[in-house]
């Protein structure tokens, strides 16, 4: 089985005030006050100026958009993550902005190469951003980014 998502990721009402500005954007409540804006393909179509993929490393993240999820981030920190797997193997990137500013990141772990002791890099970003994983779990499992495989079951 796959999974595969990529999405900005803040505060639940924080994300509910800048997808105002885009009409392509489908917000989905995650758990622990966060929501997700998964990055569609009409969402990219909105964002994505010419200049192709951004510098950060990342395999979806449009240029330019870097400028607006620092923009964005001054009212709190947003991340955005990737993570992409196939049958158990995969990776996963992860960058969040706080104050306009990138606060952590971009952490990338590719096909292979185990997580660190501090977590996966998308785990990493949700401590970041304030969630809080029990005895057992991480923060990924802790915000439910287990209930579903694909972006779009986010907002179907």
């Given at each position: 089985?796959?999974?595969?998502?990529?999405?900005?990721?803040?505060?639940?009402?924080?994300?509910?005030?800048?997808?105002?500005?885009?009409?392509?954007?489908?917000?989905?409540?995650?758990?622990?006050?966060?929501?997700?804006m998964p990055l569609t393909d009409?969402?990219?179509?909105?964002?994505?100026?010419?200049?192709?993929?951004?510098?950060?490393?990342?395999?979806?993240?449009?240029?330019?958009?870097?400028?607006?999820?620092?923009?964005?981030?001054?009212?709190?920190?947003?991340?955005?993550?990737?993570?992409?797997?196939?049958?158990?193997?995969?990776?996963?990137?992860?960058?969040?902005?706080?104050?306009?500013?990138?606060?952590?990141?971009?952490?990338?772990?590719?096909?292979?190469?185990?997580?660190?002791?501090?977590?996966?890099?998308?785990?990493?970003?949700?401590?970041?951003?304030?969630?809080?994983?029990?005895?057992?779990?991480?923060?990924?499992?802790?915000?439910?980014?287990?209930?579903?495989?694909?972006?779009?079951?986010?907002?179907a």
């Amino acid at each position: 089985m796959s999974y595969d998502l990529q999405a900005v990721i803040a505060a639940e009402e924080a994300l509910h005030v800048v997808s105002r500005e885009l009409t392509a954007a489908r917000l989905a409540p995650i758990g622990q006050g966060l929501s997700m804006m998964p990055l569609t393909d009409a969402l990219l179509e909105t964002v994505a100026d010419s200049s192709g993929v951004g510098a950060l490393g990342f395999r979806r993240l449009p240029g330019g958009f870097e400028q607006a999820l620092a923009r964005w981030s001054a009212g709190g920190p947003v991340a955005y993550v990737e993570s992409e797997y196939f049958g158990g193997v995969g990776e996963q990137r992860a960058v969040v902005w706080d104050g306009g500013e990138v606060a952590l990141g971009p952490l990338h772990v590719e096909e292979g190469e185990p997580f660190a002791p501090v977590g996966s890099p998308v785990s990493q970003a949700l401590r970041r951003l304030g969630a809080v994983a029990r005895a057992g779990e991480d923060e990924f499992s802790a915000v439910g980014l287990d209930r579903h495989r694909h972006n779009e079951a986010w907002i179907a």
